[in-house]
């Protein structure tokens, strides 16, 4: 069956005051309301970061409502199809930051996009010339997949990259390429390499999944991790067959095991496999097993008293 849920990633970097965030938040829940878009928006004083879906007229109108209403920023869209619906209803959350770096002072973005390739310069150069390529993803991301000889930071979250730059001891010489998912983390991760000295430092445009519309066979290897439903894509931006979130840690599973509750298929983490009554589909049948061999236990210790 072809898939039928249209799909829009995006981002914008742009001033908005503290106390109009309530107001911009109702304002993306109404239109969510009437056009029927499901999603998850980050919101913040300095933009917008999310992803929604529904058909791709819904979508297609969202985008525009947000292009009409913030005419001044500019916005980077990626899109896809599914036949998994990515998201169950729709969300805005606020914070201080789309994305969160942890410093006292927000990186100030390149808002004329002067750090960026296109997905064709990206390919050219590093396919030609002797740079230095930075996943700046958390680990259980690279873990899916990552461009052929980048370097992964084994990240537990973005909060420690500017540790890692201030350690990393890479020659400050060196062209530098950045990427992620979809461009955002990198808007922040080139400014904090350019403030520690680092002169020449890139960013792939659009991220893993607009160099994916292009270049499916290209340098990324392995699979892409997205924040719903999906889990990750493969090279052809279609949604993971292979991983599937695991039921006791939230992040992506590869594991096939059949629940040892309720006999149930399911995927879980390898560390799953070492850890008593993970072995199962579900923290509730983690909790049931559990207590029925304690219930197995207070029994063998009766009989044998």
Same mark, same amino acid.
């Given at each position: 069956?072809?898939?039928?849920?249209?799909?829009?990633?995006?981002?914008?970097?742009?001033?908005?005051?503290?106390?109009?965030?309530?107001?911009?938040?109702?304002?993306?829940?109404?239109?969510?309301?009437?056009?029927?878009?499901?999603?998850?928006?980050?919101?913040?004083?300095?933009?917008?970061?999310?992803?929604?879906?529904?058909?791709?007229?819904?979508?297609?109108?969202?985008?525009?409502?947000?292009?009409?209403?913030?005419?001044?920023?500019?916005?980077?869209?990626?899109?896809?199809?599914?036949?998994?619906?990515?998201?169950?209803?729709?969300?805005?959350?606020?914070?201080?930051?789309?994305?969160?770096?942890?410093?006292?002072?927000?990186?100030?973005?390149?808002?004329?996009?002067?750090?960026?390739?296109?997905?064709?310069?990206?390919?050219?150069?590093?396919?030609?010339?002797?740079?230095?390529?930075?996943?700046?993803?958390?680990?259980?991301?690279?873990?899916?997949?990552?461009? +052929?000889?980048? #370097?992964? !930071?084994?990240?537990?979250?973005?909060? @420690?990259?500017?540790?890692?730059?201030? &350690? /990393? %001891?890479? $020659?400050?010489?060196?062209?530098?390429?950045?990427?992620?998912?979809?461009?955002?983390?990198?808007?922040?991760?080139?400014?904090?390499?350019?403030?520690?000295?680092?002169?020449?430092?890139?960013?792939?445009?659009?991220?893993?999944?607009?160099?994916?519309?292009?270049?499916?066979?290209?340098?990324?290897?392995?699979?892409?991790?997205?924040?719903?439903?999906?889990?990750?894509?493969?090279?052809?931006?279609?949604?993971?067959? +292979?991983?599937? #979130?695991? !039921?006791?840690?939230?992040?992506?599973? @590869?594991?096939?095991?059949?629940?040892? &509750? /309720? %006999?149930? $298929?399911?995927?879980?983490?390898?560390?799953?496999?070492?850890?008593?009554?993970?072995?199962?589909?579900?923290?509730?049948?983690?909790?049931?097993?559990?207590?029925?061999?304690?219930?197995?236990?207070?029994?063998?210790?009766?009989?044998?008293?």
């Amino acid at each position: 069956m072809e898939p039928q849920i249209f799909l829009t990633n995006f981002y914008s970097f742009f001033s908005i005051d503290s106390s109009k965030l309530d107001d911009v938040q109702t304002s993306l829940e109404t239109w969510a309301t009437e056009l029927g878009a499901v999603g998850l928006i980050i919101l913040a004083p300095e933009g917008l970061n999310g992803t929604v879906s529904g058909s791709e007229e819904v979508v297609l109108e969202f985008e525009r409502r947000l292009e009409q209403n913030f005419s001044s920023a500019p916005w980077s869209f990626k899109h896809a199809w599914t036949d998994k619906k990515p998201f169950p209803r729709f969300k805005v959350k606020q914070r201080t930051e789309i994305v969160t770096t942890g410093l006292t002072e927000s990186p100030a973005i390149d808002l004329a996009g002067e750090t960026f390739l296109t997905p064709e310069q990206w390919h050219e150069t590093i396919s030609k010339e002797d740079v230095v390529v930075i996943d700046t993803r958390n680990w259980y991301e690279t873990d899916l997949g990552k461009f +052929k000889n980048a #370097l992964d !930071p084994r990240l537990q979250n973005f909060q @420690e990259f500017p540790e890692f730059v201030k &350690n /990393c %001891e890479l $020659p400050k010489d060196k062209k530098v390429l950045m990427y992620c998912t979809g461009g955002i983390r990198c808007e922040k991760a080139s400014t904090i390499m350019r403030q520690e000295g680092y002169d020449e430092v890139y960013q792939l445009q659009g991220g893993i999944l607009k160099y994916l519309e292009q270049y499916p066979e290209g340098h990324y290897e392995g699979e892409c991790f997205v924040f719903d439903r999906r889990v990750a894509v493969d090279n052809k931006l279609q949604p993971s067959q +292979k991983y599937s #979130l695991c !039921p006791h840690y939230g992040q992506p599973a @590869e594991v096939e095991i059949i629940c040892q &509750n /309720c %006999e149930k $298929p399911a995927r879980v983490m390898n560390r799953c496999l070492e850890e008593a009554y993970k072995q199962t589909c579900s923290k509730d049948c983690a909790y049931r097993l559990e207590q029925k061999y304690k219930r197995e236990q207070r029994l063998k210790a009766k009989q044998a008293a």
